[in-house]
């Protein structure tokens, strides 16, 4: 063999050692950038859900079912859940496929919005015994207690990530204009608005039912924005709603005047809640004098 053939024999020796040892040191590490996992839980028997959200650190949401039911608690507050929320929480995190792996280094967490002040933090529970625990960041999902980062899709951050607030129930009217026939307003100069056929009469006087019509188009649906949670009513209240239909009556809005002249609300449609609203908007949304409906 000449000394050129030897030469290049060598070469392609180093070369297939050089793409062996490749092979078997650094494509491992290369390929687990396109690795995923995927996250399952039972949710069958599920009691509680802690959750910490970012938007709101370091508040603690507490969820628990009971009797079926879904309360929630944050600090001294309790109140319920928009109805279907936790349930649809617990749909979107009892199977989660990541995308990808994309890190297994603490030092990359706040990066991804997975650290312990940077993530959202929900832990699920089945009695005392925690079943699942996971830290969120916008598409980015972690296990706690271990390092490895999976990106996800963004929705389970947006689900997750939200305040007390955005999480309670909020209804405060629903109603079906069809159906009213009825509205007692109770209070101040206090007086009736009544259906008959097709008319709307206040006593005996007809009056128009395109008035009535605007007035009910505002108050078939009410979600306020504010919770009076420190409000515990000591009197009766200063004026009161009792909407009715032909055979039943459909709601009660009974309402209480602040010193600061606001108003704090509450619905037998939700009972557990009270609202408090301005002056301004108790006379444009709920409340009405005799005169402000044009009588015929």
């Given at each position: ?19 062996v ?19 399952h ?17 370091p ?30 929480m ?5 199977n ?52 490895n ?38 209070g ?14 206040i006593?005996?006087?007809?009056i128009?039912?395109?008035s ?7 108050l078939?649906y009410?979600s ?22 032909p ?8 309402a209480?005047?602040?010193?600061d ?21 108790m006379?444009k ?5 005799p ?6």
């Amino acid at each position: 063999m000449t000394t050129l053939n030897k030469r290049l024999s060598l070469v392609l020796v180093g070369l297939l050692l050089l793409y062996v040892l490749t092979r078997l040191f650094l494509a491992p590490g290369r390929e687990s950038n396109t690795q995923s996992m995927a996250f399952h839980i039972d949710t069958t028997d599920v009691t509680a859900i802690t959750l910490y959200p970012a938007k709101e650190r370091p508040a603690m949401i507490r969820f628990s079912r009971h009797d079926g039911k879904w309360q929630m608690q944050s600090g001294a507050i309790h109140a319920n859940p928009l109805a279907g929320s936790v349930e649809a929480m617990l749909g979107a995190l009892v199977n989660i496929s990541t995308q990808r792996f994309v890190s297994g280094r603490k030092s990359r967490w706040d990066e991804y919005k997975v650290g312990d002040t940077t993530g959202t933090r929900v832990v699920i529970y089945k009695g005392k015994d925690p079943i699942a625990d996971y830290w969120m960041g916008p598409s980015f999902i972690r296990v706690n207690g271990q390092d490895n980062v999976y990106a996800v899709e963004g929705y389970l951050n947006d689900m997750l990530n939200k305040t007390f607030s955005d999480w309670r129930d909020k209804t405060f009217l629903r109603l079906n204009q069809a159906g009213i026939t009825t509205i007692g307003f109770q209070g101040a100069q206090g007086f009736v608005l009544s259906k008959k056929d097709s008319a709307w009469y206040i006593g005996g006087g007809k009056i128009s039912a395109d008035s009535v019509q605007h007035y009910l188009n505002g108050l078939q649906y009410k979600s306020p924005d504010h919770f009076a949670d420190d409000f515990q009513p000591q009197t009766s209240p200063d004026r009161s709603l009792s909407i009715s239909g032909p055979s039943q009556p459909l709601a009660t809005v009974k309402a209480w005047k602040l010193p600061d002249g606001s108003w704090v609300l509450n619905s037998s449609q939700n009972p557990d809640s009270y609202f408090k609203i301005t002056d301004s908007l108790m006379e444009k949304d709920f409340w009405r004098e005799p005169g402000s409906f044009i009588h015929k």
